[in-house]
C-alpha cells in the first residue's frame, strides 16, 4: 500500500477563501480511478456536480464533441488493479470522498509534471474538502476543524464567511506562484 501524507496547515476561512481558485459545494459522481502516466501514483478523478459555486469560479472542460462540459476532482488516491495485482494508495490524514456525496470543497488547479494547470481539473486546497450533513459541515481532514481556524461546524455560518471573504477579494482569487 503506498501512502502519502496530507497535512493541513493551520489557516483561517478568510486566507483559504482567498488562496483558493474556487470554493464549491457540489456532488461528486463518477469516480475513476487510474495509474498516472509516469506509472507512479494511483490518482482518482471525480466529476464535480456543482451545486453552488461559494467563491471564486470554475472552468469546465468538454472532452469530446457532443458531450457536456464538466469539472474534475483529482485525488493522489484510489484502488486500482495492474496484472493481478491489487495496487492501493491512500490518504494519510483525510478520508477518501464517497461517489453520490454533496461537499463543499476549497479547490486549486490540478498541474501535470507540477506546472502546467490541467484545464477544468483541481485539487484541493489545504485538505479542505467538508461532507454536507444537513445544516452541518463534517470535515474529512483526520484532526476535524483544528487545522481550520474559525470554522464551525454550521453550513450557514461557513456559507456567510466564505461570502465576506469573497466580498474583499479582487478579481484574482489565487495569489501568483500559489
Given at each position: 500500500?503506498?501512502?502519502?501524507?496530507?497535512?493541513t496547515?493551520p489557516?483561517?476561512?478568510d486566507?483559504?477563501?482567498?488562496?483558493?481558485?474556487?470554493?464549491?459545494?457540489?456532488?461528486?459522481s463518477?469516480?475513476?480511478?487510474?495509474?498516472d502516466?509516469?506509472?507512479?501514483?494511483?490518482?482518482?478523478?471525480?466529476?464535480?456536480?456543482?451545486?453552488?459555486?461559494?467563491?471564486?469560479?470554475?472552468?469546465p472542460?468538454?472532452?469530446?464533441?457532443?458531450?457536456?462540459?464538466?469539472?474534475?476532482?483529482?485525488?493522489?488516491?484510489?484502488?486500482?488493479?495492474?496484472?493481478?495485482?491489487?495496487?492501493?494508495?491512500?490518504?494519510?490524514?483525510?478520508?477518501?470522498?464517497?461517489?453520490?456525496?454533496?461537499?463543499?470543497?476549497?479547490?486549486?488547479?490540478?498541474?501535470?509534471?507540477?506546472?502546467?494547470?490541467?484545464?477544468?481539473?483541481?485539487?484541493?486546497?489545504?485538505?479542505?474538502?467538508?461532507?454536507?450533513?444537513g445544516?452541518?459541515?463534517?470535515?474529512?481532514a483526520?484532526?476535524?476543524?483544528?487545522?481550520?481556524?474559525?470554522?464551525t461546524?454550521r453550513?450557514?455560518?461557513v456559507?456567510?464567511?466564505?461570502?465576506?471573504a469573497?466580498?474583499?477579494m479582487?478579481?484574482?482569487?489565487?495569489?501568483?506562484?500559489?
Amino acid at each position: 500500500m503506498l501512502v502519502r501524507l496530507i497535512e493541513t496547515m493551520p489557516m483561517s476561512l478568510d486566507d483559504m477563501t482567498r488562496r483558493s481558485t474556487a470554493v464549491v459545494e457540489g456532488i461528486l459522481s463518477n469516480a475513476r480511478t487510474y495509474i498516472d502516466e509516469s506509472d507512479t501514483d494511483v490518482l482518482t478523478d471525480f466529476e464535480i456536480i456543482p451545486m453552488r459555486v461559494l467563491a471564486g469560479s470554475l472552468t469546465p472542460v468538454q472532452v469530446a464533441a457532443g458531450a457536456r462540459a464538466t469539472v474534475v476532482l483529482r485525488v493522489n488516491a484510489g484502488e486500482v488493479e495492474r496484472n493481478g495485482v491489487r495496487i492501493h494508495s491512500g490518504l494519510a490524514g483525510l478520508e477518501m470522498p464517497i461517489v453520490n456525496t454533496t461537499y463543499v470543497m476549497f479547490l486549486q488547479p490540478a498541474t501535470s509534471d507540477g506546472a502546467k494547470p490541467v484545464p477544468g481539473v483541481y485539487r484541493l486546497f489545504n485538505g479542505a474538502i467538508f461532507e454536507r450533513a444537513g445544516d452541518r459541515l463534517v470535515p474529512l481532514a483526520q484532526g476535524g476543524f483544528g487545522a481550520f481556524r474559525g470554522m464551525t461546524d454550521r453550513y450557514a455560518d461557513v456559507a456567510a464567511k466564505i461570502a465576506a471573504a469573497r466580498a474583499t477579494m479582487g478579481p484574482q482569487t489565487n495569489p501568483p506562484g500559489r
